[in-house]
Each structure stands twice: as structure tokens, then as C-alpha cells.
């Protein structure tokens, strides 16, 4: 969909707008940060969303009627809304919850909005679909896989009282576990992928992956077999861009060439084209290049952290370094 005149951002980069195809991978906040970026450099834009989230409403919806978790692809149609009074009134309605003392309680009003489409049109990507036609999203998303997931994560005691590995299964469970996560894996291992997300990166331009939860929202894109596999063979240009800080619980101690030696680690076969750093994240840049390096892929360190100094993505700034990476 084309940039209304009303975007003040809509000036950002006219000169890639129209004729770059770009896919998003991720979920979460991480996500919508990179979406409400991306959006206003890209007039072909997807976003693959996880769908392992097991707790909030996500989780009630998911185990009361089986369907997906509508909450990552809710958070996602949001940040694609435009900044006009339309676009932000509607993802206003979206993001928005119930207050009360009984069954709707915390419900999001989006992730409502989206399981009645799916129950009425018994079609996940064409309930999506019908929402964005009706917030006027400037982009596309789709589920990651057809079905629910689980994250299954093996962990182990950083402190030494209770020596060992053990196992963890659940979004919630893994991000919060108490201990370092050593490696993650999908229940079932061999989803099906959604295919209309596997012919959206055969196609594009640039693939992106990051910033987010890195063992719940950007990993379980490559423990897909079909989708890593898409990924890792798609002609497009590939670029992950690290989190600003570790995330406790999940990432704890993680410095950014920790991230990269991760996503190595679960997919030995993804090469990548860009590495894109917050300055301010940095520490040791030597071991962070050489590490970009040997997943063959150029390093861009820029400033992309929000004014106030908290652990975000500012959007227009990450547009505007996106604007110089995505070329």
C-alpha cells in the first residue's frame, strides 16, 4: 500500500519506497519496532510471526479453542497501522484490554477481533488479511507455521545449587526460566510452515531477522525445516539486527557477538549479509566483527537506541539506518 502524504516520515526514503521487497522475521515488541521502521521504507512488506506464545490471552484463546496465538500477529498488525488518525485509532482498538473482574479480563480486543475471523472464515492467512484490509496496514503478516508451538528448552544452573540440565517447555516458561538457555527446539520438530511465508521469502529482496526474544521470537524461525530452509536458499540479501540489551531470564550476560554465535550454533548453514549494532551495545567490537565476519557478513554499528535510553529501538532512527543498509 502506498505512503499517505499525512506520514510525516513518508520523506525518509522515497528512493527505495515502491520497489523493495522486504520480509520480517520475529515477534513480539522486537518485531513491531522493526515493522513501524521497515513500513515506511517498503510498499511490499511482510512479517513472519512466531506462534508459540502460551501465556496472557494468547495462551486462554489458544488452549480454549485451539487455534493460534493470535497475540505477536495482533502486536504486528498494529505497528504496520498508518500515522494518520485511521491507522492510529485502530491499532488503539487493538492493542486494547479489558479490564474487569471476570472471563474477559486482560483479553486484548485485536487478538479477539482476529479468532472470530479465523472461526468464521476458517482460514488463518485470510483472517489476517481481512484485518489488515480493515485497519489499512501497510504490509502483510502471516503466521510462521499452520499450527500452535511450544518451545522446549534445555537449561542449566548458573549458580551450581542444582547442578545439571533440565527441560523446560513453553514460550513463557523458557524466557523466564532460571538458569542459561543452551539450546532450543520446536514441539512438533517438523511443523508445517505457512506456505504463503515460504513463497513471501523465495521472493524478496531483503530477509531480516531481530531484533526480539532470541530463543522465542527469532531462533524458532530456523527450527522450521521448510522455513529455514526458504531462508538459508532465498536469492534475498539477509540482515539480523541485535537487541539492544540482554534480556533477563533469556539472554542473560549475552554481549552481541553472543547472539550471532547463537544463531550460528542452530542454523550452521545461514549466511548473512548484514549485521546491523546499536553504537551504544557495543563493548567489544573486535570480537563482534570478527564474528560478523565469519558468517560472511558486513557489520553496520549506528546509533538506533531510543532517545531516553532505555533498551528500544527509536523506529525513526531505525529507519534511517535502514535506509542506508537495505540498497
Known amino acids: 500500500m502506498s505512503q499517505l502524504k499525512t506520514d510525516p516520515w513518508s520523506e525518509v526514503t522515497d528512493s527505495v519506497s515502491g520497489r523493495m521487497t522486504v520480509v520480517a522475521l520475529g515477534g513480539g515488541h522486537g518485531l513491531a519496532a522493526n515493522l513501524s521502521a521497515l513500513r515506511r521504507l517498503s510498499a511490499d512488506l511482510t512479517a513472519v510471526v512466531t506462534v508459540a506464545d502460551n501465556g496472557g490471552s494468547s495462551g486462554r484463546l489458544r488452549e480454549e479453542l485451539g487455534v493460534l496465538p493470535p497475540g505477536d500477529l495482533r502486536q504486528a498488525l498494529a505497528a504496520l497501522c498508518r500515522d494518520d488518525e485511521w491507522g492510529r485509532t485502530w491499532a488503539q482498538v487493538l492493542q486494547h484490554r479489558f479490564t474487569t473482574g471476570g472471563p474477559l479480563h486482560d483479553h486484548a480486543v485485536g487478538n479477539l477481533l482476529i479468532v472470530a475471523l479465523w ?190 535510553g532505555s533498551p528500544r529501538h527509536d523506529p525513526r532512527r531505525l529507519a534511517e539506518a535502514y535506509e542506508r543498509v537495505l540498497r
Not at 165 to 173: D, L, P
Not at 186 to 193: Q, R, T
Not at 252 to 265: I, K, M, N
Open 119 to 308: 472461526q468464521l472464515l476458517g482460514e488463518h492467512v485470510e483472517g489476517l488479511d481481512w484485518v489488515a484490509r480493515l485497519l489499512g496496514a501497510q504490509g502483510r503478516v502471516l503466521p510462521m507455521a499452520a499450527v500452535p508451538l511450544d518451545i522446549e528448552a534445555d537449561v542449566v544452573d548458573v549458580t551450581g545449587e542444582t547442578p545439571g540440565v533440565w527441560t523446560v517447555r513453553g514460550q513463557v516458561e523458557v524466557a523466564t526460566a532460571a538458569g542459561a538457555v543452551k539450546a532450543v527446539r520446536l514441539v512438533p520438530d517438523d511443523p508445517p510452515a505457512c506456505a504463503q511465508a515460504i513463497e513471501s521469502i523465495e521472493r524478496a529482496d531483503w530477509v531480516i531477522l531481530g531484533p526480539g526474544s532470541w530463543y522465542t521470537s527469532v531462533l524458532p524461525h530456523l527450527l522450521i525445516p521448510d522455513l529455514r530452509r526458504a531462508i538459508t536458499e532465498s536469492p534475498a540479501r539477509r540482515c539480523v539486527t541485535l537487541n539492544l540489551a540482554p534480556q533477563q531470564g533469556e539472554t542473560d550476560g549475552f554481549s552481541p557477538h553472543t547472539y550471532l554465535e547463537v544463531l550460528a550454533q542452530h542454523a550452521p548453514d545461514l549466511r548473512l549479509d548484514v549485521v546491523l549494532a546499536d553504537s551504544s551495545a557495543v563493548v567489544d567490537g573486535q570480537r563482534l566483527e570478527d564474528t560478523v565476519n565469519e558468517l560472511g557478513a558486513k557489520l553496520v554499528i549506528v546509533d538506533v537506541r531510543a532517545s531516553d
